[in-house]
């Protein structure tokens, strides 16, 4: 299934690093923590992307176009006049990555709906590019399935800055309401499965999805949470990614599932 992933925001809350390139292409472990992400998704068999990108999209696009030949064993042969390059062996994941440029200041409803073409009549994964989760996402898009809404997000309880929610006993959102810093109520941790009827909640560029659309989608009883009591991060400032590389220094990410060490930036 397709993942969608808003990567096109400026990062002002980690402008160290941010101000050379977007907040996504930041890394811990030696690679962007998008890539991270990615490879949550692929662990469990998802590896079609879309990445919705907007400040320094340049940046993502050129990644993403040295990723083979920078993971691959390769011979360049010069002789006599040549210009050949052999591919021995390659290390690349098998992706199929899609870099949409949806506006240098879109909002992140914006984003989604300039990649509606992209997603056409399809349920599709939906996360920031700045956090990292160890949630099922098999069981996550099962549990989407299960309750035939529009739109499930995950939840998770953490006493800190971001969006707040107000869930039932069912499990359906009730409201959606601005953060609070010493709320200790479960909170919106991206990782979401949307159906496509989604778009019709997004009006354009200026549209904030976590504002006007998600909170209509709780009036009407369309948006769901899937409580997830595991491990979740974003990377909004340094502090948060030295917390993210220590874990993976000490072999200890909850969020890296997969066997391969994380290999060297480039």
């Not at 990292?132 to 299960?146: A, M, P, Q």
Request: hydrophobic fraction near 35%.
């Amino acid at each position: 299934m397709k993942a969608v992933i808003l990567a096109g925001g400026f990062g002002t809350r980690i402008s160290e690093e941010s101000q050379y390139k977007p907040k996504p292409m930041i890394e811990i472990g030696g690679m962007p923590i998008i890539w991270h992400i990615m490879k949550e998704y692929a662990y469990y068999g998802h590896t079609e992307f879309f990445i919705c990108a907007g400040y320094r999209q340049e940046y993502i696009k050129e990644w993403f176009a040295n990723y083979f030949l920078h993971n691959s064993d390769v011979t360049f042969d010069y002789r006599d006049g040549k210009n050949e390059m052999t591919v021995h062996t390659n290390h690349c994941e098998p992706w199929r990555v899609t870099v949409v440029d949806t506006g240098y200041n879109t909002m992140t409803g914006g984003r989604i709906k300039r990649i509606q073409k992209y997603i056409g009549n399809e349920t599709f994964f939906m996360t920031y590019g700045d956090g990292v989760c160890d949630v099922d996402i098999n069981e996550l898009l099962r549990f989407h399935k299960s309750h035939g809404r529009i739109a499930t997000l995950t939840a998770v309880k953490m006493k800190q800055d971001k969006g707040v929610l107000n869930i039932g006993g069912d499990n359906a959102v009730k409201s959606f309401r601005e953060k609070n810093i010493v709320d200790g109520a479960p909170i919106n941790a991206g990782y979401m499965v949307l159906e496509p009827a989604i778009f019709d909640y997004l009006d354009g560029d200026e549209t904030v999805f976590e504002k006007k659309p998600l909170e209509t989608l709780a009036s009407q009883g369309q948006l769901m949470s899937y409580i997830h009591e595991g491990f979740w991060q974003c990377m909004d400032n340094i502090r948060e990614k030295m917390m993210l590389e220590k874990l993976l220094q000490n072999n200890t990410a909850p969020w890296k599932k997969w066997e391969r060490a994380v290999p060297k930036g480039f």
